[in-house]
């Protein structure tokens, strides 16, 4: 069992840059890959990118390839998701998710475990 908690979001302008965090209890962090999600006003649930237990493989939406990039801290329990180059479209809630395997996935249905979301609005 592993919880999630997001931090980091907020309103910022178009081009600007954010830095969200996914903090997570428990001891057995390292046992999970880990994945970020996000939900617009109106929209389904959409893959933004996936990490892999130690952090070696990494995957990302073509959306945000170039501009995000994920990461995570074994040792403090915590993934991020940099945000550069932000665009009114990537305006929505911002979900982190663990799921109990050695690599990620792009589906929602994978993935076990949920933060509440943050979220993030970028103005024109």
């Known amino acids: 069992q592993v919880q999630l908690v997001e931090s980091g979001g907020g309103l910022v302008q178009a081009g600007d840059s954010l830095r969200l965090s996914c903090a997570a209890s428990?001891?057995?962090?390292?046992?999970?890959?880990l994945g970020w999600f996000r939900q617009a006003p109106g929209k389904e649930r959409e893959f933004v990118a996936t990490i892999n237990r130690d952090g070696s493989h990494t995957y990302y939406t073509d959306s945000v390839k170039g501009r995000f990039t994920i990461s995570r801290d074994n040792a403090k329990n915590t993934m991020y998701l940099q945000m550069n180059s932000l665009k009114p479209e990537d305006t929505a809630v911002y979900s982190c998710?663990?799921?109990?395997?050695?690599?990620?996935?792009?589906?929602?249905?994978?993935?076990?475990?949920w933060g509440q979301g943050t979220q993030v609005t970028v103005s024109s």
């Open positions: 428990g001891r057995t962090f390292s046992s999970y890959s």
């Open positions: 998710s663990a799921r109990a395997t050695a690599f990620g996935s792009s589906r929602i249905n994978d993935y076990a475990f």
